[in-house]
């Protein structure tokens, strides 16, 4: 099961409640060290479509698969949230197949005063060499632009996956609903 695998055995599966109340449970970031390591750079694959659409809930009315919430922080080295910050999330469906004629679970957003950002979506599918992952743009205004891809902990899949690193696993959030934590630092 998805959820034993992110170690969210128990919580309800109810809809969320929108972007915002992640917001809510989103607590601030910790104090860092300044010159903390940027996230590692990733491929963005062969399925990335540019333009995708402006919005936060990327999962669709009867659409199969586990919902979750992905949210952070985009920070800089210094530790200092980057407000307005791009943040363009695509991955996979259920089954492991991507949209690659439209904008189906692919959109962007760009983060709040506090450099929060929020996506309502599900759990990706695995596909043929390849464990449970998201893609990501991250980019500060005017800044270059981070493509990485983020990792579900408890996945045997990641043993196998020649791309899949440790540092860029997501944290469980302990809530009424599946939700999951990435907070990237830009270099």
């Not at 659409?63 to 996979?92: E, F, K, Q």
């Not at 390849?130 to 632009?145: I, M």
């Not at 996956?161 to 696993?169: A, E, T, V």
């Amino acid at each position: 099961c998805a959820l034993a695998a992110l170690g969210l055995v128990g919580l309800p599966k109810a809809p969320l409640s929108g972007p915002a109340a992640a917001h809510d449970q989103l607590t601030p970031t910790p104090a860092c060290d300044d010159g903390d390591e940027p996230t590692p750079e990733q491929t963005s694959g062969p399925f990335y479509i540019p333009n995708s659409p402006q919005r936060s809930v990327l999962r669709e009315n009867g659409m199969a698969g586990v919902p979750i919430t992905l949210a952070g922080y985009v920070l800089s080295r210094a530790c200092r949230p980057v407000p307005n910050a791009l943040v363009d999330l695509w991955h996979a469906d259920d089954a492991g197949r991507y949209d690659v004629e439209g904008y189906r679970l692919r959109g962007h957003q760009f983060t709040d005063a506090q450099g929060r950002y929020v996506f309502e979506t599900i759990l990706p599918g695995l596909y043929p060499g390849r464990t449970r992952h998201f893609h990501l743009h991250y980019q500060a205004p005017n800044g270059p632009v981070l493509t990485t891809q983020l990792y579900f902990p408890g996945e045997a899949a990641n043993a196998g996956d020649r791309l899949f690193r440790s540092d860029l696993l997501v944290r469980v959030i302990d809530g009424p609903d599946p939700m999951v934590r990435f907070d990237a630092v830009l270099g």
